[in-house]
């Protein structure tokens, strides 16, 4: 199914939805039982072939036992593929005695709705709030039900716009929204799950499910979609008549606009302090709220509103676009973030300082390594970029290589953007065929929303075929953000087509089998014999070939297998020291591109036979 298919089936089904709901409820139930009732089908069909073989051994012997290994080998990954469990939610439990006034919230809430009980109530590191609710008992039913509030939403709300959310979340949980969406997602993945593995596997057997998985998955994906939309509009409706329309229409502006806040501004800025201190010396989630309350300033607030109010609803997240669930509420925008010290963090009482310092240290304990990294990727970035810059200066002429990595420098840890793009510029102009130059200042117009930039990323994918799978990406998502519907899905479908190609070919790369065609190298005298001086460092490496597998994807990047061998004829296979030279190979040898290093002994001693018959492909 096609994304315009898929939107165009979302779309009569969201009609249909609207105009009955409880037999759109009933048609969902019914499709999720056909998937269930073919896989059914096809498990008791392999069941009964085992029955089958197991009756026939006495006749059929030691057939019959390899077609049962077989046969239950992939009964059992089927059965492991379709087996889905949820992982429980994670975060800081609270307790009523900590939290009094965040607990007689939730009861007056529970009360309102006649909604379940929650078991636990926990406090998250994002800026979000959900309900979770699992199975305790597996298929005997029975469910525990969890409350998840972001920390980051507790302190860009006030008291009665994190009140709104909560009513929104309630009526999932009074409506049994979190079990139905639970379940939908569980099928879901089940489905995706086995065509992974039956893609991955390319068994025999896959004919028994993949032709009516192909199609029940994405149609089961499409049928589904519009229930958990109108879920959400429920919700907002429910938010607004325990709270105010006014209310709900606050803590929806406000969690839109400092959701951008945070990805664009907040948490860059901390990341970027690591171009110069070595360890983190910085509380994040303490600060938060202080940064939200003095740092978002009116103009950028209402360039982020903006974006939020021109965003259209899309099949990218069943949760309706912010302007659509506004004008359901019969509200405009308003934004009203809390004052320094009246924000909803509140009504965690005295668990507050606990859960910032906990989420603060573990913050810093995960981030430490590649804080490290960066620091020091920075630090050598800027010696280097101090180099080029003292060449520049004294009248040398870079090479291209070379002003292309002085202009992405310059962007990247001098932080000096403009810069950049000039040199970008400037090397393009210099060097209209570098394909990275032109693919780096194309993204860059794009990113400012400069139409100019399509251009140059036709021009860098037609001159590099390596940057096909990026440039379709970035024109897909340019043309998206620019509301042209039909330019992102014409991109999305050759990404799609590409990326497929790109697996086509990932696969017939990843090893080899004895039906594959093989042929000489054909590499120079020169480099087999920078090869061989190489190889003379290897310990334990006794005879090796150097062939060239022939691909039907992208054949003008060739693939070359390396074969082996390690033990002499009298020894027997030393697996340990087989590997150890494998891994030496790979980690020490420069070979002339991609290359498979195989050994060539034990079951795969018919290769070496191969390759040792071809003229010219010994190398040791």
Not at 216 to 227: K, Q, T, V
Not at 358 to 367: K, L, M
Not at 408 to 437: I, K, M, N, S, W
Not at 552 to 574: C, E, I, K
Request: proline share 5%; glycine share 6%; with cysteine.
């Amino acid at each position: 199914m096609t994304d315009p298919q898929f939107e165009d089936l979302v779309r009569r089904l969201e009609h249909q939805a609207r105009q009955d709901p409880r037999k759109y409820r009933l048609k969902v139930l019914l499709l999720a039982a056909l998937g269930d009732a073919y896989v059914a089908a096809m498990l008791l069909l392999l069941v009964g072939l085992l029955i089958g073989l197991a009756v026939s051994i006495v006749v059929l012997k030691a057939i019959a036992i390899k077609l049962i290994l077989v046969v239950g080998f992939f009964l059992w990954m089927v059965l492991k593929a379709l087996w889905v469990k949820l992982e429980p939610p994670a975060g800081h439990r609270v307790s009523a005695a900590e939290a009094p006034e965040l607990f007689a919230m939730i009861e007056d809430l529970r009360r309102q709705l006649g909604a379940p009980r929650f078991h636990q109530v926990l406090i998250g590191e994002d800026l979000n709030a959900g309900v979770v609710q699992l199975p305790r008992f597996g298929v005997a039913g029975g469910y525990r039900n969890t409350l998840l509030v972001g920390l980051p939403l507790l302190k860009a709300l006030t008291p009665d716009q994190f009140k709104a959310v909560l009513a929104h979340e309630f009526c999932h949980l009074a409506r049994g929204h979190g079990r139905m969406s639970n379940w939908i997602y569980r099928q879901r993945l089940r489905w995706s799950r086995l065509l992974d593995f039956l893609d991955a596997k390319e068994s025999r057997g896959s004919f028994l499910f993949k032709p009516f998985l192909t199609w029940f998955a994405p149609y089961f994906g499409a049928y589904s979609f519009p229930l958990a939309r109108a879920n959400e509009y429920d919700a907002d409706a429910t938010s607004a008549r325990l709270t105010a329309p006014r209310t709900a229409a606050e803590a929806l502006t406000a969690v839109n606009v400092v959701a951008s806040y945070l990805a664009e501004r907040y948490w860059p800025h901390v990341h970027k302090q690591a171009d110069d201190c070595p360890e983190p010396g910085f509380a994040p989630f303490q600060e938060v709220g202080g940064a939200v309350s003095a740092e978002l300033d009116a103009a950028r607030a209402d360039i982020w509103l903006d974006q939020a109010m021109s965003r259209s609803t899309d099949l990218a997240d069943t949760h309706p676009a912010l302007a659509d669930r506004l004008r359901a509420l019969g509200e405009p925008p308003r934004l009203a973030l809390p004052a320094e010290g009246a924000a909803a963090d509140m009504l965690l009482g005295a668990a507050l300082p606990a859960i910032t310092e906990d989420f603060d240290r573990r913050w810093r304990n995960n981030i430490l390594p590649s804080w490290q990294e960066r620091h020091r990727e920075v630090q050598q970035g800027r010696r280097r970029l101090g180099e080029l810059e003292a060449r520049v200066a004294a009248g040398e002429a870079l090479s291209i290589e070379e002003a292309y990595e002085r202009a992405r420098l310059t962007e990247g840890v001098a932080d000096r953007p403009e810069e950049a793009l000039a040199q970008f510029r400037a090397l393009h102009y210099r060097a209209p065929d570098y394909a990275p130059a032109c693919f780096a200042l194309g993204a860059r117009l794009l990113s400012a929303a400069d139409a100019e930039g399509c251009a140059l990323i036709e021009e860098a994918m037609r001159l590099d075929e390596h940057a096909t799978a990026d440039g379709c990406r970035a024109l897909r998502d340019y043309h998206w953000r620019r509301g042209n519907k039909e330019d992102a899905h014409r991109w999305h479908a050759r990404l799609s087509e590409r990326l497929a190609l790109h697996d086509a070919a990932a696969a017939e790369r990843r090893h080899i089998v004895l039906t594959d065609r093989f042929e000489p190298h054909g590499l120079p005298d020169e480099a087999i014999a920078e090869l061989r001086r190489a190889l003379k460092s290897v310990p334990g490496l006794r005879r090796a070939y150097l062939v060239k597998k022939r691909v039907m994807h992208f054949p003008q990047w060739p693939l070359y297998v390396f074969g082996f061998t390690a033990n002499r004829w009298y020894w027997f296979s030393d697996r340990r020291r087989t590997q150890a030279i494998a891994n030496h190979l790979q980690q020490s040898i420069a070979f002339p591109g991609e290359t498979l290093i195989v050994n060539v002994e034990g079951t795969n001693r018919r290769f070496g036979r191969k390759f040792r018959w071809m003229r010219g492909t010994r190398v040791v």
